[in-house]
């Protein structure tokens, strides 16, 4: 066997943690359109999600999120279709959710081109399926999506599944648990409360969690500016997601990561 | 902006675990032909890639079964371009952690073992520094809860709660940890050099 002689060892220096936090654009798609809506309703078209994702592509996004919000089996095969016609540009990882019923529809989103699925409301009545995911794909491409609310600060948080319409009667906490326990890769946590406000991210409560759970936590809702992701990765965050302020074109990506960068947050740029 | 390569014919060895998709549009992109074989009879070409989908275990099972681990030694042996992406990667060392029992392909001494992480698996963007100049040194993306800790062929590292090797060289035979597939241009071009895709 040849020795490998190296001219010298790779300089990393001490820091054991040289991973990124990432921005993630999610893309809400409804009948083949990219829309926006505020706390969950009134919708409105922001684009197409192929040239939305390519664009956040170039600008430097960690991944995409692709949400079919239709999720109706009408709507299926067009959801199909956008997924594989954005996989063929793309070449970062891309998650795919809404609607996932079986493990026949990861099978289908995955072969359609996507890397992750992100599981919600069948991971709450159906939890089986996350472990049924890991093991047949991986962990990695299992992210659970979790639509949390809380009407005021002081209030417990409440569990929502069915895109934010339909209340839990399930402890939040040991859900956060439960989903670590049975194999998920990640936890997309979505803070009803802030979505669509521009408010900023729910640190307190995205950070508490994000900062106990052995898997990466990605905050999501309220992000309205750069400020707001850099209280987010200050208060433990993985990831953040957002979706208006880069869909309306507000800000870029690459403009958000170097703000972050001269804060003194490790990202990809 | 990628130099397109001379139309080579990649093939990709279908170990049945997963998604595919990215890689192969991967080296469409950068001009390649793209063959997916099941068995060593459907290999075109002189680059072979043993794809980032599966575990150690389901991984080294198909080899097996489908009669790959002859084929793959004598294409070591003849020195031809192989490259082995995050499990595949792992497959050219002696065992894994993650599927103990389970003997690899053996070529590279060390084991595969459970990476000492702050969160598992480790998902997203880290530097690594590549020791050769035979790779550009970039930020790829990684997803992973194995690693191998050391190795005398080890060429790049990277670190999450400790140091792993992030790429492996052995003459013509590479290997790296992350996915290049998942990882932009940067990752395109890692592996075009790995290839040689010039």
């Known amino acids: ?269 | 902006m990628i130099e397109p390569s001379k139309a080579y014919t990649v093939t990709i060895i279908d170990t049945k675990a997963g998604n595919i998709f990215s890689l192969k549009a991967c080296l469409q992109r950068l001009g390649c032909e793209v063959m997916v074989a099941k068995t060593p009879a459907q290999v075109v070409g002189d680059r072979l890639i043993i794809p980032g989908q599966g575990h150690f275990g389901s991984v080294m099972q198909q080899l097996t079964t489908e009669g790959w681990l002859n084929f793959l030694n004598q294409w070591k042996s003849d020195d031809k371009y192989l490259l082995g992406i995050c499990v595949g990667m792992q497959v050219f060392f002696e065992q894994s952690e993650e599927s103990p029992g389970v003997l690899g392909l053996g070529w590279l001494d060390g084991k595969v073992k459970k990476l000492n992480s702050p969160k598992q698996p480790m998902v997203g963007w880290s530097s690594c520094q590549f020791s050769t100049a035979s790779f550009e040194s970039g930020m790829p993306y990684f997803v992973n809860s194995y690693a191998i800790k050391e190795s005398q062929q080890c060429i790049a590292t990277t670190s999450y709660g400790e140091t792993f090797c992030a790429a492996v060289k052995l003459n013509n035979l590479v290997g790296f940890q992350f996915h290049p597939e998942k990882s932009s241009h940067y990752g395109s071009k890692l592996v075009a050099q790995a290839l040689n895709l010039s």
Request: proline residues 3%; charged residues 20%; negative net charge.
């Open chain 1, 1 to 269: 066997m040849i020795k490998n002689t190296r001219a010298s060892k790779p300089q990393i220096g001490d820091d054991t943690n040289l991973l990124t936090a990432r921005i993630i654009p999610c893309l809400d798609v409804d009948n083949g359109r990219v829309v926006k809506g505020t706390n969950f309703v009134n919708l409105r078209d922001m684009g197409d999600p192929v040239e939305l994702a390519m664009q956040y592509e170039c600008q430097g996004a960690d991944e995409i999120v692709f949400l079919d919000i239709s999720a109706s089996s009408e709507n299926r095969p067009t959801a199909l279709a956008n997924v594989t016609r954005i996989a063929q540009q793309l070449s970062i990882p891309f998650t795919v959710g809404g609607g996932l019923k079986s493990l026949a529809d990861v099978q289908a989103f995955l072969d359609a081109g996507a890397d992750k699925v992100a599981l919600n409301t069948t991971a709450v009545t159906h939890p089986e399926i996350i472990e049924q995911v890991a093991k047949s794909y991986g962990s990695q491409c299992v992210v659970v999506a979790v639509d949390v609310n809380k009407p005021s600060q002081d209030s417990s948080p409440q569990l929502y599944i069915h895109g934010g319409r339909t209340l839990v009667n399930k402890d939040f906490n040991q859900w956060v648990n439960e989903i670590q326990q049975r194999g998920a890769g990640e936890i997309l946590l979505t803070c009803m409360h802030r979505d669509g406000t521009g408010l900023g991210f729910d640190n307190e409560l995205t950070g508490e969690i994000a900062k106990n759970a052995k898997i990466q936590v990605i905050a999501s809702g309220g992000a309205k500016n750069e400020q707001h992701f850099l209280e987010a990765f200050r208060h433990g965050a993985d990831a953040c997601l957002a979706a208006g302020m880069f869909h309306s074109g507000e800000y870029r990506i690459d403009q958000v990561k170097q703000f972050l960068a001269d804060n003194g947050v490790k990202v990809r740029i």
